[in-house]
């Protein structure tokens, strides 16, 4: 008895240990070199790519950086956000984050269509995708850095997994915390990740409740919101509002800015300026854009760290729609 449970501590001690081991290689296996023999080109193939969309319509960045957010919460970073419903198969396109509301697939397939062309079957849609979220950064004004390679593709998906790990905008902060902490992420990425919303626009199903019936807000701004979008739910649910109403194409830090001065636009960001634990991340962001930086790329580098799919797991998607 006493030695079977001695043994039974010790197996699952040495499992624990072999599943950290794995996960350790796993990211140990991401490579910022990991293309350079056999898709030199990769990086020069994406960026005009990415510009030329986010010239079109600067909004596309903001959206093609959520796409890798929606991608890596869910089973890890792995493409499987980019699977296309069918007859005999359900994604991740009409979980309740991304139905009618994330965007920019064509992009990616411009993209993978010229990656495809360049240096055929060897690039994962899971790397184009970390790959074009760093681009976006840069093309509205952000910081730059290496982006880690060598993901592979999944061939499923999970609507389920897509519906319970995005958080959702009605989230208090402890629940924020309790979601990147699920992921491996730590409260320092969660407030740094946040900034994201520096760039791009919500629609109004997402942030009514906050400008109706929130108290932490600013009346004015709470007021000039409500113009735009109606109280009653299912008129102008898809009303757009920029998630910065300062600078709502470019990728700078007034994000902090706006929830210090209680004009965060969903319930969510206001969390992270309500008196809890992330209050001083916030301030500090807010005055130290280097900081902000730092730490946005930091939390960028361990997002695309979730989960991978590496080595032999998983596979190369021709097109990003469909697994292989
Ligand atoms: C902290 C938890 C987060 C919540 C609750 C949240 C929630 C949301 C919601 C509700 C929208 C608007 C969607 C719509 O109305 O259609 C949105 C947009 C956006 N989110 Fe987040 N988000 C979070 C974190 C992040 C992270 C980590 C990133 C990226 C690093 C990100 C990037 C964006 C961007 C760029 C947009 C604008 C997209 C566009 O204009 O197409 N978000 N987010
Ligand atoms: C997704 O959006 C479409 C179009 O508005 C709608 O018909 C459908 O019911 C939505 N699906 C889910 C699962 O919410
Ligand atoms: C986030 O955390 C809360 C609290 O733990 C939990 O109820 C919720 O299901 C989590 N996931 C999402 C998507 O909000
Ligand atoms: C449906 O999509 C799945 C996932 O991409 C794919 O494996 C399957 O071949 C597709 N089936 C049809 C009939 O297109």
Redesign the pocket.
Known sequence: MAFSSTLSAWAISVLAFAVMVSVGIANAQLDANFYSTSCPNLLTTVQPVVQSAVNTEARMGASLLRMFFHDCFVNGCDGSVLLDDNSTFTGEK?A?PN??SLRGFEVIDQIKTAVEQACPGVVSCADILAITARDSVVALGGPTWNVLLGRRDSSTASLSAANTNIPAPSSSLSDLIGNFSNQGLSTTDLVALSGAHTIGQARCTNFRAHIYNDNNIDATFAQSEQANCPSTSGSGDNNLSPLDLQTPTQFDNNYYNNVINMKGLLHSDQQLFSGGSTNALVSTYNSNPTQFSTDFVNGMINMGNIQPLTGSNGGIRTNCRIAT
Do not use: Q
């Open positions: 009409t309740f139905n009618n």
